[in-house]
């Protein structure tokens, strides 16, 4: 077991580029970067016992705008994957946008921002504090090839910022 460092959520470590985590909230393994921690805008975990690929998943309710199609789904934690099983329901088919909710409160996730394929780009967090910063962000749009993978929000956010020029 590792020695945890006394000055926890004060360090941080560069995961990606120049984005920068929370130590303990990512690990790194053999390249790939894996989320140990994910929470609604409450702050329920969204972290499941269901795992894939060997990491445990973080679980989701998708729904479509009606709320008639409910989907229980699990995804990897892998950042940059975007591996997911269902768990009940029917699986919502490639292409088709979906809302997502927190499958405790069923509250709607924060959206971050438009995927260049125009669906809405959910995030989620990973510390309580619910830090814009340090959450993870995924387009709502089924197989999207844009960015359906799990990414990092401030390489979202930096996205943004480049391509507006502030
Ligand atoms: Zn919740
Ligand atoms: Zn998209």
Request: proline content about 4%; overall charge positive; some cysteine.
């Amino acid at each position: 077991m590792s020695k945890k460092s006394d000055v926890g959520d004060t360090l941080y470590v560069p995961v990606s580029g120049e984005i920068m985590m929370p130590r303990d909230k990512v690990v790194a393994r053999g390249g790939q970067f894996i989320l140990t921690e994910a929470y609604c805008p409450l702050g329920h975990s969204l972290i499941s016992d269901v795992e894939i690929g060997g990491h445990k998943g973080i679980r989701f309710i998708y729904t479509d705008r009606d709320g008639e199609r409910e989907t229980d789904v699990v995804i990897s934690p892998v950042i940059h994957k975007c591996d997911k099983k269902v768990l009940k329901g029917q699986a919502f088919k490639k292409g088709e946008t979906v809302t997502v909710l927190c499958p405790d409160c069923k509250t709607e996730l924060p959206i971050l921002s438009t995927c260049e394929c125009g669906a809405p780009v959910y995030l989620f967090f990973i510390d309580k504090q619910l830090h814009h910063n340090y959450g993870h962000s995924f387009c709502s749009r089924i197989g999207c090839v844009k960015s359906s993978r799990l990414r990092f929000s401030q390489e979202v956010l930096r996205g943004i910022l480049n391509e507006h020029g502030f």
